[in-house]
């Protein structure tokens, strides 16, 4: 997976010097009001660049520097911790985790037994301290040996009850940190209270614990990763392993993981675990809260204490980290675009900087009113965040590194492309033109390949029809002449044949590819494919009303409204394309409330089947995509993940994680031609 990071590069005491002088300032900065100047990785490249000039000048050591202290050596509190608050090592790589377990393992002479696996939660280290059940202190991890008093902030963190369903005297250890909800909300409750934006959750939850005053509400989240006995009750705490300690917790009624998607798990072998680290890897993007890596513990507390703990990390745990998704860098522009569906959408531009393993010029500002709220302007530092594919967003002003020379954002007073009205009634601004506005791009993605996928009708020519007034909407493809077509600037007779072929072939398209060429907002390929299934036909999807749709998987309250009112303004196209001869229905499929009995008879009915490897024989061509819609045609759930409710495998050459995975499940696997003998009716 990831790379071992660099590290800055220290040629010379006086940089040496510098590096160090830099760092504390850092971390005083991050540890202190949350704003540090440097992101997360430019701080650790740092501090690794002074351990490797450290390690080969032992003689040129400061004493203030940051490396082998907790929190960087930048915190002190008077609130001695009963049991040091420890940092964790890192491994950065399969091969890293692989040899740090090896060395644990040559420690305790033996394997060890299991190994619980768990997300690094991206936030501050708290200790929570019940006393017969209510929480009587918080307190900071400070430098690991004593830490700061803020229990002040009892009460504005969810998942750490002032109450436990049982009346325990334990020391809860976790992390505060604000999910990406609780920080929109923060920073729209700072800001309106006049003060500068957070620039991070991480730095917001460290603002937010400390200030003992504000004028302003915010609400963080509690996440338990450990419990001590603050007594001689609960001596068990000491011997249970560590996921049974877990799932006391979680009883007592505070928050852990095990309601997300990451919940901690225990696995056997190294293998295991790092099966684990890539499926939490997978789903970081989608979390509502951030995670920095993965935290690999040995289970048994037999195995803890025989391996112990450094001054500063113990040697049975270790965090596996993830890239950063965020960096800090600079505004240089905002340019408003006008989507297919007519939406005017702002866009940041941004001196380019690496984040997540791909360079980031530009990123989502959202809406106008997000700017306002984000308090942004040109030629402002700003924190970015982006993870996996999700599309990277400006999330805040970087707010202390202002010089008084940033400008503010231009906000459109017309549309941007046609020049005309814009519709601000909702918080997404629309040209009053609606899709009209870019015909253009509404007629490309309805022909794309994923949708009606007609052939021969590329950018320009799809240009040239919309400006030579051939067509203001896809339907009109349909009815295009072959005259018409003749007259068009290098159009021949074969491309015209060829293209009016291919226009005639999308017609019998199954419903959900011609509802998904719509381009109704909210809907890709998936979930247009969910709808067609559901409802069958395009009569069905247009009669039914937002409780109707919510019936479909995926589609909840605040989406299945936006759907009506989108479905009720592409009346006119859907007429046309009916009245064109495009099909409307999806095969295989039965209407709501009509006989299922269809349904049953197919080959995958109510099976989940996930696909690995690379595919053969008859489906030797199939994208995954195809894959996905050949298992949805034959009456089965695709998914992209092994787990204990998958029903079948198809594991094809190079099957890897996923295929020893469900081998250890029991879950039936087999070949890509076996599966195509199993739906060749549906091929
Ligand atoms: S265990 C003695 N588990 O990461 C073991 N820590 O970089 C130390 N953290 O100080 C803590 N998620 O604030 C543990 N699941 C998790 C964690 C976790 C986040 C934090 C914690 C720790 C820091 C070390």
């Known amino acids: 997976m990831s790379e071992t990071p660099g590290s800055a590069e220290i040629s010379d005491q006086a940089a040496y010097a510098d590096a160090v002088e830099t760092a504390v300032a850092a971390a005083a900065a991050y540890y202190g009001a949350g704003d540090s100047a440097l992101d997360d990785d430019s701080y650790d490249r740092l501090v690794r660049g002074i351990a490797e000039y450290e390690a080969a000048h032992p003689d040129h050591v400061l004493p203030d520097s940051p490396t082998g202290k907790v929190a960087g050596g930048a915190v002190v509190g008077d609130v001695p911790h009963t049991v040091p608050m420890l940092s964790l090592d890192n491994v950065f790589s399969a091969e890293g ?37 209510r929480l009587v202190q918080l307190v900071t991890r400070g430098d690991g040996a004593a830490g700061e008093d803020v229990s002040h902030g009892i009460g504005m963190i969810v998942g750490l009850p002032g109450r436990l369903a049982e009346p325990v005297t334990v020391e809860l250890r976790g992390e505060v940190l604000m999910t990406h909800a609780q920080f929109e909300e923060a920073n729209t409750a700072r800001t309106g209270a ?27 989240t509690f996440f338990a990763y450990g419990a001590l006995p603050m007594d001689d009750s609960l001596p068990e705490l000491r011997t249970l392993p560590h996921s049974e300690i877990m799932t006391r917790i979680a009883a007592w009624g505070a928050h852990t993981s095990a309601a997300t998607p990451v919940a901690g798990v225990v696995r056997e072998d190294v293998a295991g675990i790092q099966e684990r680290v890539e499926r939490i890897a997978a789903l970081r993007a989608e ?26 990390a113990p040697r049975w745990a270790t965090a596996y980290k993830l890239p950063a998704t965020e960096k800090i860098t600079r505004l240089l522009d905002v340019e408003w675009n006008v989507g297919r569906t007519g939406i005017i959408a702002p866009r940041a531009v941004l001196e380019p900087v690496e984040v997540d393993g791909s360079v980031i010029t530009y990123a989502t500002l959202h809406n106008a009113g997000d700017i306002a709220r984000r308090d942004l302007k040109i030629g402002d530092h700003v924190t970015v965040y982006k993870a996996g594919d999700v599309i990277p967003r400006v999330e805040a002003p970087v707010a202390h590194l202002r010089t008084g020379g940033e400008t503010p954002i231009p906000i459109p007073a017309s549309c941007p492309r046609c020049g005309g009205g814009i519709d601000d009634s909702q918080k997404r601004w629309r040209c009053s033109q609606g899709r009209a506005c870019h015909a253009i791009a509404s007629v490309r993605y309805a022909v794309g390949r994923d949708q009606l996928d007609i052939e021969g009708l590329g950018e320009n020519r799809i240009d040239q029809l919309v400006e030579a007034g051939l067509i203001a909407d896809f339907a009109d493809l349909f009815t295009l002449g072959r005259d018409e077509l003749l007259e068009l600037d290098r159009m021949g007779e074969t491309s015209t044949d060829n293209l009016l072929a291919a226009i005639e072939g999308a017609k019998s398209k199954p419903l959900n590819k011609v509802f998904c060429a719509l381009g109704v907002r909210g809907t890709g390929r998936s979930m247009s494919r969910r709808i067609a299934r559901h409802f069958a036909t395009m009569d069905e999807i247009r009669a039914a009303d937002a409780e109707a749709f919510q019936e479909v998987d995926g589609i909840g309250p605040e989406k299945a409204p936006v759907l009506v009112a989108e479905i009720a303004e592409l ?10 001869g495009v099909n409307m229905a999806e095969p295989g499929a039965t209407p709501p409330g009509a006989e299922p009995a269809a349904t049953e008879a197919l080959p995958l009915s109510g099976m989940s089947v996930v696909v690995t490897g690379s595919m053969s024989g008859p489906l030797a061509d199939l994208s995954r995509n195809e894959m996905n819609e050949l298992i949805e045609r034959a009456g089965g759930k695709a998914s992209s993940s092994v787990s204990a409710r998958t029903s079948l495998l198809v594991a094809g050459e190079k099957a890897g994680s996923k295929k020893a995975k469900a081998e250890k499940l029991e879950i039936e696997i087999i070949t890509p031609d076996e599966f195509a003998a199993r739906v060749k009716e549906h091929l």
């Not at 985790?97 to 190994?115: H, I, M, Q, Y």
């Not at 730095?203 to 963080?220: F, N």
Request: cysteine-free; overall charge negative; glycine content about 8%.
């Open 97 to 133: 985790l692989e040899s740090w377990a090896a060395g644990l393992e040559r420690r305790l002479g033996r394997p060890v037994e299991r190994w619980s696996v768990e997300p690094k939660l991206d936030g501050l280290a708290i200790s929570a301290r019940y006393r017969d059940g």
């Open 194 to 220: 006049g003060h500068p934006a957070f620039a991070n959750p991480r730095s917001a939850a460290a603002g937010s614990l400390r200030a003992r005053d504000r004028d302003y509400q915010v609400e963080m």
């Open 287 to 312: 979390l509502e809260f951030g995670i920095d890596g993965i935290v690999i513990k040995a289970d048994l507390a037999a195995d803890q204490e025989q391996a112990g703990n450094s001054s500063r």
């Open 571 to 580: 009346a006119p196209l859907i007429d046309k394309l009916a009245a064109a």
